[in-house]
Each structure stands twice: as structure tokens, then as C-alpha cells.
């Protein structure tokens, strides 16, 4: 079973607000390696973005065996960051020179969990703080990555094998897809968008009201850079506070005179846990009765985000719970089904109140799947390739149409 866990760490006071601390995807246990998987295995980059800027590529992450944070070089071999400093210093250059246009590379990719970054036409700024790497942070706006295109893919590769996945858990940017060639020669890919795709999501966030044409960010120019995810929405006040309370609210409504039942984990049907309001507060109880988790009411934060109030541990109990709820505020189906996760897709984001950015990424990705929020694998409909005995991995990008 694989998790997805998504660690948010603000940075007060910086003028780049995220910081990566450990893993950006964890991988569960039960994952058989078929064969023992090298040190590092090849990541074929192939340009197919038809744009003439130089490509930058940055291969950062926490080093599994050790856990120290750094980048990889185009031979996979790792780097420590030197200390940082408060405030944060420059990080050393660790751009790969890409591939032209029309043309690939190929780099090795070391046993890290962390991400591949890609830029046009521009380095990306990368500093260190005291707490490690700081990233770009293109909400804010006196960010120094704010006017620069670019976009990343997140993977693990470990003794099980290779996760790598696109998401837009962030943003939705430049177009990529990520693959793994198996063992037995065959290729599994994800992330690719349809024909005009790229334009499409944007044309209908567009014509989305409620804000959330706000999320887009553009150059001086007019160059569209990308759109932000609603959680970073709502900080930059793109959004309204009040976008999900209508539906929020009906929540809580349905389930003071009903029950909620959650099944969290595919592999255990018998795992139940039942949601009841009351005195405001949701509480879970098991097959006994007894009470295991509680959750206040939340705000559209802590659905967008599935923090705060949606917190979820990795634990098996209140976590699993929690990554269920989130899933099913964000795809609007917990009024339409008393019984979660709901297993069709057919029945997401139908409700006037939802995640409409979540809702148009789905939209236009060619295969249906995508990381529009941060548990979007709740019921397996993310944008994820895994291999046990990868030969090689894939990065396309795509063009911006």
C-alpha cells in the first residue's frame, strides 16, 4: 500500500515559505522487490514542450539511507546542502542542463524520496535555512521564482522499487508526464493531458465564478504561468474564506440525523469506522462503540489543504479517517453517499459547491487521474506510476496548448 503524505512547513518571515523536510512520498510496507534494485537507474528527460528557452532540470531530495537532505548531479550522485543560515543563504547551483527542444537526456536517479524540477529559460532560486531546503513559493509575490515557468514530478526510489507521480497538489503548470519501463520491457505512463488540455483548464477556470479565475498567475507579458491550488488561494485572498462553508455546512446538517460510515482501507473491508455530529463535533466510533477520533467543523483550509481540522497522521486510525473526509469534501460526494470512500468517479465534483480547480484538472488529464489535491489516492485516482524492478523512468513535457 502506498501513502502519499504531504508536509506543509512555513517558513515565518521567508520570502520562501516551503520548506521540504523528509518525505514527499512515504511508501508503505508490503511492497515486494522482485529484483534487487540498483543504486540508481536511468531518468530519460524528453522535451516536447516545442518552447526555445534553455531547460533547467534539479534533481533534490533526502538521501534514503542517510536522511540527509541535497540534489543529485546528471550521474546520480549525491550531494549534501551545506549549512544554512538565518537569515537563508544561497544554495549551491544544482541545475542539470536539459534537453533542447525535440531532443532528450538522460540523468540517474539516486535512492532518494524528493523531486525532479524543471524550469524554461530561467535557473530557479534555491536557498537554506537553519530547517534545510527552502522552495519556491509562488504565491507570494516578492517570490524570486514568481515570473519563471517551471514545475516539478515527486518520486521514491528505494529497495521496493520506484513511485514517481505529476501533481498539482501545488499548482497546475508547464505539462509533463512521468513513466516507469518494467522489468519485462513494457512502459506504464500518467499524466498526460489531452489535446489542448493545457488550454482548456485554464480557459474554464476562467469561466469558473466565485474567484476562482483569480488563481491564475501571469507574466507582465501576458505568458500564463500557472494556476494556484485553492489552499494557497485562500492565503493570497484569491479565493473567498466562505467558498466551501455553504457545503461544509450541509455536512454537518446531514450527519447530526445520520450516519457517516467509513471503510478506509481497500484491503480491510472489515475496518469500519461511523461519523455522527453532535454538539457540532463529528465523532468516529468502531464496531464496539467506542469513540476513536473527533473532528470540528472545518473551513474550506482544512478541506483544501486536508490539514488543520482534516489533520491526518500517519497513523491507522485517526489518519486513514481523516484522509477519507478530505477526499470526499474536496469531490463533493459525502451528502450524495453515506458511505466512503465513494469507488466512482462518475459521482465526483458534482455538487454547485466543490473543488473546482480538483474538478477541471480531472477534466483534462487524458487518463482521468491527477494529485489535484493532497489525497487524491484516496481510491486510487492520482497520477502514479510504481515499479518494483524499474529499467528506467520517464519525464515528457509536454507543450503549453
Same mark, same amino acid.
Given at each position: 500500500?502506498?501513502?502519499?503524505?504531504?508536509?506543509?512547513?512555513?517558513?515565518?518571515?521567508?520570502?520562501?515559505?516551503?520548506?521540504?523536510?523528509?518525505?514527499?512520498?512515504?511508501?508503505?510496507?508490503?511492497?515486494?522487490?522482485?529484483? #534487487?534494485?540498483?543504486?540508481?537507474?536511468? /531518468?530519460?528527460?524528453?522535451?516536447?514542450? #516545442?518552447?526555445?528557452?534553455?531547460?533547467?532540470?534539479?534533481?533534490?531530495?533526502?538521501?534514503?539511507?542517510?536522511?540527509?537532505?541535497?540534489?543529485?548531479?546528471?550521474?546520480?550522485?549525491?550531494?549534501?546542502?551545506?549549512?544554512?543560515?538565518?537569515?537563508?543563504?544561497?544554495? &549551491?547551483?544544482?541545475?542539470?542542463?536539459?534537453?533542447?527542444?525535440?531532443?532528450?537526456?538522460?540523468?540517474? +536517479?539516486?535512492?532518494?524520496?524528493?523531486?525532479?524540477?524543471?524550469?524554461?529559460?530561467?535557473?530557479?532560486?534555491?536557498?537554506?535555512?537553519?530547517?534545510?531546503?527552502?522552495?519556491?513559493?509562488?504565491?507570494?509575490?516578492?517570490? &524570486?521564482?514568481?515570473?519563471?515557468?517551471?514545475?516539478?514530478?515527486?518520486?521514491?526510489?528505494?529497495?521496493?522499487?520506484?513511485?514517481?507521480?505529476?501533481?498539482?497538489?501545488?499548482?497546475? $503548470?508547464?505539462?509533463?508526464?512521468?513513466?516507469?519501463?518494467? !522489468?519485462?520491457?513494457?512502459?506504464?505512463?500518467?499524466?498526460?493531458?489531452?489535446?489542448?488540455?493545457?488550454?482548456?483548464?485554464?480557459?474554464?477556470?476562467?469561466?469558473?465564478?466565485?474567484?476562482?479565475?483569480? /488563481?491564475?498567475?501571469?507574466?507582465?507579458?501576458?505568458?500564463?504561468?500557472?494556476?494556484?491550488?485553492?489552499?494557497?488561494?485562500?492565503?493570497?485572498?484569491?479565493?473567498?474564506?466562505?467558498?466551501?462553508?455553504?457545503?461544509?455546512?450541509?455536512?454537518?446538517?446531514?450527519?447530526?440525523?445520520?450516519?457517516?460510515?467509513?471503510?478506509?482501507?481497500?484491503?480491510?473491508?472489515?475496518?469500519?469506522?461511523?461519523?455522527?455530529?453532535?454538539?457540532?463535533? +463529528?465523532?468516529?466510533?468502531?464496531?464496539?462503540?467506542?469513540?476513536?477520533? $473527533?473532528?470540528?467543523?472545518?473551513? !474550506?483550509?482544512?478541506?483544501?489543504?486536508?490539514?488543520?481540522?482534516?489533520?491526518? =497522521?500517519?497513523?491507522?486510525?485517526?489518519?486513514?479517517? $481523516?484522509?477519507?473526509?478530505?477526499?470526499?469534501?474536496?469531490?463533493?460526494?459525502?451528502?450524495?453517499?453515506?458511505?466512503?470512500?465513494?469507488? $466512482?468517479? #462518475?459521482?465526483?465534483?458534482?455538487?454547485?459547491?466543490?473543488?473546482?480547480?480538483?474538478?477541471?484538472?480531472?477534466?483534462?488529464?487524458?487518463?482521468?487521474?491527477?494529485?489535484?489535491?493532497?489525497?487524491?489516492?484516496?481510491?486510487?485516482?492520482?497520477?502514479?506510476?510504481?515499479?518494483?524492478? =524499474?529499467?528506467?523512468?520517464?519525464?515528457?513535457?509536454?507543450?503549453?496548448?
Amino acid at each position: 500500500m502506498l501513502r502519499t503524505l504531504r508536509r506543509r512547513a512555513t517558513a515565518a518571515g521567508l520570502s520562501l515559505a516551503t520548506i521540504l523536510a523528509g518525505s514527499l512520498l512515504a511508501t508503505g510496507t508490503g511492497a515486494p522487490a522482485h529484483a #534487487a534494485v540498483p543504486a540508481t537507474i536511468p /531518468l530519460k528527460i524528453t522535451n516536447n514542450s #516545442a518552447r526555445g528557452e534553455q531547460l533547467y532540470i534539479y534533481n533534490l531530495g533526502t538521501e534514503l539511507s542517510t536522511g540527509r537532505q541535497g540534489w543529485a548531479d546528471a550521474a546520480g550522485t549525491f550531494h549534501p546542502w551545506p549549512a544554512g543560515g538565518n537569515p537563508p543563504t544561497p544554495a &549551491p547551483d544544482a541545475s542539470i542542463p536539459g534537453p533542447a527542444a525535440g531532443q532528450s537526456a538522460t540523468i540517474r +536517479m539516486p535512492k532518494f524520496s524528493g523531486r525532479v524540477y524543471f524550469s524554461y529559460g530561467q535557473k530557479l532560486v534555491f536557498k537554506l535555512t537553519t530547517g534545510g531546503l527552502v522552495q519556491p513559493a509562488v504565491q507570494n509575490p516578492s517570490d &524570486p521564482n514568481r515570473n519563471i515557468l517551471f514545475n516539478w514530478s515527486e518520486y521514491t526510489l528505494n529497495d521496493s522499487g520506484l513511485w514517481i507521480n505529476s501533481t498539482q497538489v501545488d499548482m497546475f $503548470s508547464a505539462p509533463y508526464a512521468v513513466g516507469v519501463q518494467r !522489468a519485462d520491457g513494457s512502459t506504464a505512463s500518467t499524466g498526460r493531458l489531452k489535446p489542448g488540455g493545457y488550454n482548456g483548464f485554464f480557459n474554464a477556470l476562467r469561466g469558473q465564478p466565485g474567484g476562482w479565475a483569480n /488563481l491564475i498567475q501571469t507574466r507582465s507579458d501576458g505568458t500564463v504561468l500557472r494556476a494556484l491550488s485553492p489552499l494557497y488561494g485562500l492565503e493570497t485572498g484569491a479565493l473567498p474564506a466562505t467558498v466551501m462553508d455553504d457545503y461544509i455546512n450541509r455536512v454537518w446538517q446531514k450527519y447530526s440525523t445520520s450516519t457517516l460510515t467509513v471503510t478506509p482501507f481497500a484491503d480491510r473491508p472489515g475496518t469500519k469506522y461511523y461519523g455522527r455530529v453532535s454538539g457540532g463535533v +463529528m465523532n468516529f466510533t468502531d464496531g464496539a462503540g467506542a469513540v476513536v477520533t $473527533s473532528f470540528q467543523k472545518p473551513d !474550506a483550509s482544512s478541506v483544501f489543504g486536508c490539514h488543520r481540522r482534516l489533520d491526518a =497522521p500517519n497513523d491507522q486510525v485517526r489518519g486513514p479517517i $481523516s484522509r477519507t473526509l478530505c477526499a470526499g469534501f474536496n469531490r463533493s460526494t459525502l451528502l450524495v453517499n453515506s458511505s466512503q470512500p465513494d469507488a $466512482s468517479a #462518475a459521482d465526483f465534483y458534482k455538487d454547485n459547491v466543490t473543488n473546482h480547480y480538483a474538478r477541471k484538472i480531472h477534466a483534462q488529464m487524458a487518463d482521468g487521474k491527477a494529485y489535484a489535491f493532497a489525497f487524491d489516492d484516496v481510491g486510487h485516482h492520482e497520477s502514479l506510476v510504481h515499479d518494483g524492478s =524499474p529499467r528506467q523512468a520517464y519525464l515528457t513535457l509536454d507543450p503549453l496548448s
